[in-house]
């Protein structure tokens, strides 16, 4: 579902991939409903400047198109938000988090990718570039989920500390974390709750899984 901001390797990346699985596909342009949005939209916009809210619409079109696609035929959408996404808040509500069932929301980014390659041990079956190029939602040009997230080889360290370990944030410092970055990604997991509370039901793999094995108040201040 190609957006005005896609990338052209992407699209190739995830036909490959279909083909490769054997399995069936679409592709399903979103800019002529966005654009449809937009000047819907404009009105009451006017002037301001392009923000998260044109993102979040590029995700929540795709969620309409993939829900409309299971209702009328049947079959159930599978969310793929992983864990590190989930944790920190990075997806859409009513967008990318659309699903019946969360596949990968109890495994972290990097074992994502230790998990790609695992699959590709033997021959390429997930192209290489959809490994190996920087990770980016493609909702504004340029963007990479670096402008707003550290790199996940700390922040699924500094994650697992945290809900695996049950580690404060002072616990965690002593690590050898940087304290502010901690701060802040805790400060993101406790934000985000109201999220995990709308989501998919998530395939447990781990002692701490989101759902009914990590039930937090949404409105808490602690460690903001």
């Known amino acids: 579902m190609p957006s005005p901001f896609s990338s052209g390797h992407s699209v190739d990346d995830a036909r490959t991939l279909a083909i490769r699985l ?70 859409t509500l009513y967008g990318d988090l659309c699903g019946g069932l969360s596949v990968l929301g109890d495994v972290y980014k ?21 490994i190996s ?21 700390i922040l699924d360290q500094i994650l697992f500390q945290y809900i695996e370990g049950h580690q404060g944030p002072q616990d965690i410092i002593s690590k050898g974390f940087d304290e502010a970055l901690v701060r802040r990604v805790l400060r993101m997991v406790n934000s985000n709750e109201f999220k995990r509370h709308q989501t998919a039901p998530v395939l447990r793999v781990s002692p701490k899984a989101f759902g009914m094995g990590r039930r937090m108040p949404i409105v808490g201040k602690y460690l903001s």
């Open 133 to 153: 190029k920087p990770p980016s939602a493609e909702l504004r040009p340029g963007q990479k989920d670096s402008d707003s997230l550290p790199d996940y080889a």
């Open 22 to 91: 054997g399995m069936p596909y679409e592709i399903i342009p979103i800019a002529p409903g966005y654009d449809t949005m937009m000047s819907v939209l404009q009105p009451y916009f006017t002037d301001r400047p392009f923000d998260v809210t044109e993102e979040n619409l590029q995700a929540r079109l795709r969620g309409m198109i993939l829900m409309a696609f299971s209702n009328k035929f049947g079959p159930i959408l599978l969310n793929t938000t992983n864990k590190s996404e989930m944790a920190v808040g990075y997806g």
């Open 110 to 130: 990097t074992d994502v990718y230790a998990l790609a390659e695992y699959i590709n041990k033997d021959s390429e079956v997930i192209p290489e570039n959809s």
